[in-house]
């Protein structure tokens, strides 16, 4: 049974930087394609970023190149996302998803993903 657990969220000032960690189980994690996503309150869910199952190339939202990075462990099944820059429009709840048969044309679509943690706050004081 595939779990995800994110943490690392918290409530931070403009121009800070905060890393989130996205733990995994229950699976192959290597094999899978991992995103991150945001839900700003009464929004929907907006794609952030994503690492390749097995090139480990890195995608990222326009909203957020250049002060986001995603990374990957395979060892410890784990993601990483390190959010630099913070700034109030960043504020959400953020999280991550996987699955195995996400194709490059879906990657930013959270309709593709069956797999999602329950989240983590991040809040960017002006």
């Known amino acids: 049974q595939v779990q995800l657990a994110e943490s690392g969220g918290g409530l931070v000032q403009t121009g800070d930087s905060l890393r989130l960690s996205c733990a995994a189980s229950?699976?192959?994690?290597?094999?899978?394609?991992v995103a991150w996503f945001r839900q700003a309150l009464g929004k929907e869910h907006e794609f952030v970023s994503a690492?390749?199952?097995?090139?480990?190339?890195?995608y990222y939202a326009d909203s957020v190149k250049g002060r986001f990075t995603i990374s990957r462990d395979n060892a410890k099944n784990m993601v990483y996302l390190q959010l630099n820059d913070l700034k109030p429009e960043d504020t959400a709840v953020y999280y991550c998803?996987?699955?195995?048969?996400?194709?490059?044309?879906?990657?930013?679509?959270?309709?593709?993903?069956?797999?999602w943690g329950p989240g983590t706050q991040v809040t960017v004081s002006s």
């Open positions: 998803a996987t699955d195995t048969g996400i194709i490059l044309s879906s990657l930013r679509t959270a309709a593709q993903y069956d797999h």
């Open positions: 229950g699976y192959t994690f290597s094999r899978y394609t």
């Open positions: 690492i390749w199952r097995s090139t480990q190339n890195t």
